[in-house]
């Protein structure tokens, strides 16, 4: 062997995954899906070749479905009234002395016509479960949802805690594309803890029943919460199975005046591996990464987790608060739209057109 062959052998050694990694990525970038035991296996990767090599058959899977296209959410947090105390939210109804606002119908109007002539494809109306707002038969919800669909001409995702079933053809009708409803975690007995006193199968039925009414669904899990890799792996499959078109993955981050508020913060390493992971399950799912957990620096890894959707775009100036970081790169303008833009050049990827992104929803969109 000469010192060539052997330089090159040991170059080659060092940029390869495992053996069983690299068999199961190879049927994942064939779009063959993978079954439990593969999943859980990607999300449990420790080795540092095997998770790079994750991340790029995500990203080839990404851009064979959907090119180097990247569709970006606008985002109007409007009440931070909740009448739930999750353990981990900063807006818990428990967590006194908070400065809260409920944003009237003609600010949101004008927001959301503000985030349309930015050029975002989607609006999403954001709210805690406000009592206000689902006083007398959730009339300010719909009315709501139906004044800034009389005044845009993009997509509406509606995150407005959990509902009755009732009430989802309402917010169809009303002109909601979306429905988002996160259970953050897949083990009963962590969604207790998370989501304290709230009824699990409540929560997931969301989906179904949104679903029955014509609505798309989003549905997000939570790292970083005491979650196993096995949790993980129930989750992405649990996600798949709901149905749901868009699913997420966001990594906790501790908030003031919460129970959880000292718990150590992890990275996002293992909200990246659900993304990819996700990614490779369910190739044509959108799937978001949120500028809510980093900011703009966490965007490109996102991108290079297999992402297609940049969501959590808020504009500056206007006292909107994020979720989980109320105030990151808000007020500096690094989560507007121009900005956004303008680092999605830098990664050779563009903003789809709302053309682009109707017809990619149109595609997904259930029979009521
Ligand atoms: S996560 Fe949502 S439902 Fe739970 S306390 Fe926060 S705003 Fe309320």
Wanted: charged share 25%; with cysteine.
């Amino acid at each position: 062997m000469t010192t060539e062959n052997t330089t090159r052998d040991v170059i080659t050694r060092a940029v390869r995954p495992s053996e069983d990694t690299e068999g199961i990525l190879s049927k994942a970038s064939e779009c063959r899906g993978l079954d439990r035991n593969e999943i859980e296996a990607l999300v449990s990767l420790k080795d540092g070749r095997d998770i790079e090599r994750l991340f790029e058959t995500a990203q080839e899977v990404r851009d064979r479905m959907f090119g180097n296209r990247i569709s970006v959410y606008g985002f109007v947090y409007f009440s931070t009234h909740c009448r739930n105390s999750c353990a981990f939210c900063y807006y818990r109804q428990t967590n006194t002395g908070l400065p809260r606002y409920r944003k009237t119908r003609e600010e949101v109007v004008s927001l959301s016509c503000d985030l349309e002539d930015a050029g975002v494809n989607l609006v999403d109306l954001t709210m805690g479960e406000d009592p206000v707002m689902y006083a007398d038969g959730y009339a300010g919800l719909i009315d709501m949802i139906s004044s800034v669909n009389e005044a845009v001409d993009v997509a509406i995702m509606a995150s407005p805690g959990a509902l009755p079933p009732e009430v989802f053809p309402r917010i169809r009708e009303a002109g909601a594309d979306w429905y988002a409803c996160y259970q953050e975690t897949h083990n009963r007995e962590l969604f207790q803890r998370m989501r304290l006193d709230q009824d699990y199968d409540f929560r997931l039925s969301q989906k179904a029943w949104a679903r029955s009414a014509g609505l798309l669904t989003e549905e997000g899990m939570l790292t970083g919460i005491g979650d196993t890799a096995k949790d993980r792996a129930d989750s992405i499959l649990e996600m798949g199975e709901l149905g749901c078109q868009q699913i997420r993955a966001m990594t906790f981050v501790p908030q003031c005046g919460t129970p959880m508020q000292d718990r150590r913060p992890t990275d996002s390493l293992s909200e990246r591996m659900a993304m990819a992971v996700m990614r490779l399950a369910y190739p044509d799912r959108l799937i978001p990464a949120s500028l809510d957990v980093e900011g703009t620096d966490g965007l490109a890894s996102r991108i290079d987790a297999g992402a297609n959707i940049i969501t959590s775009i808020v504009p500056p100036h206007l006292n909107l608060a994020g979720v989980a970081q109320h105030d990151l790169d808000i007020d500096n303008g690094h989560r507007s739209v121009q900005h956004i833009i303008e680092m999605l050049d830098g990664m050779g990827r563009k903003v789809s057109t709302n053309n682009e992104y109707k017809s990619m929803i149109e595609a997904r969109r259930p029979k009521a």
